[in-house]
Every structure is written in C-alpha cells, then in structure tokens.
Nanobody, 124 residues
C-alpha cells in the first residue's frame, strides 16, 4: 500500500513560516490526489490544501488562501505545504493523505492513505 511520511513540523512564533513535507513511497501510481489536513484538539479533521498530481491543479480551504501553498516534486514523490504568516489557530496535527479519483479534494473521507502526522504549534 501507499506509505506516507510527514516531516517539518515544530514550534514557531506567530508570523513565522514553516514548510511541511510528505514523502510518498510504494505504489504511488495508485493515487492521483494528495492532500494536507489538520486536526486540532477537540476539533474535526479538516482539509487545508490538495493537489491533483497529474496536472498540478490545487485546492485550498478559504481560510488559508494566500498563506498556504501546496506543491509537488514528482522526481522525489514528495508533496510540500508552505505555511506563511502562521497564526495560533493554525496549531494542529497536520496530516498528509493520498487518494484516487477524489470528488471533493478537501474532504478527509475521500482519501484512503494517511501519514502519521506532524505537529505544528504556533505561539502568540
């Protein structure tokens, strides 16, 4: 099955930037969408960004547009999430996910494969 490993999380002050990475290995040909999701304590998991890997088309949650950028490096089978102007409300566990023929790119239920997550903590 597809294996996903996130990295790049950590603690940062508000206003800072961070780049998360998601390395995909094994059977990535089975998927054509990659997404980034986050889940804060006591809240539901929500999609923040996604990319259709075949064309590079991107999708963003309204609340993160202009601050989050998803990108891919096909040679490295890696998807990135650049986060700028971090806010305390961005604090969450961030997950990478992979799916096939996704209808709703920011809906967690559309994705079959998930990474273990990387924690992002933003202090004010």
């Amino acid at each position: 099955q597809v294996q996903l490993v996130e990295s790049g999380g950590g603690s940062v002050q508000a206003g800072g930037s961070m780049r998360l990475s998601c390395a995909a290995s094994r059977y990535t040909y089975r998927t054509n969408y990659m997404g980034w999701f986050r889940q804060a304590p006591g809240k539901e998991r929500e999609g923040v960004a996604a990319i259709y890997t075949a064309s590079g088309r991107t999708y963003y949650r309204d609340s993160v547009k202009g601050r989050f950028t998803i990108s891919q490096d096909n040679a490295k089978n890696t998807v990135y999430l650049q986060i700028n102007s971090l806010k305390p409300e961005d604090t969450a566990m961030y997950y990478c996910a992979a799916g096939s023929d996704v209808w709703r790119p920011l809906w967690p239920g559309e994705y079959k494969y998930w990474g273990q997550g990387t924690q992002v903590t933003v202090s004010s």
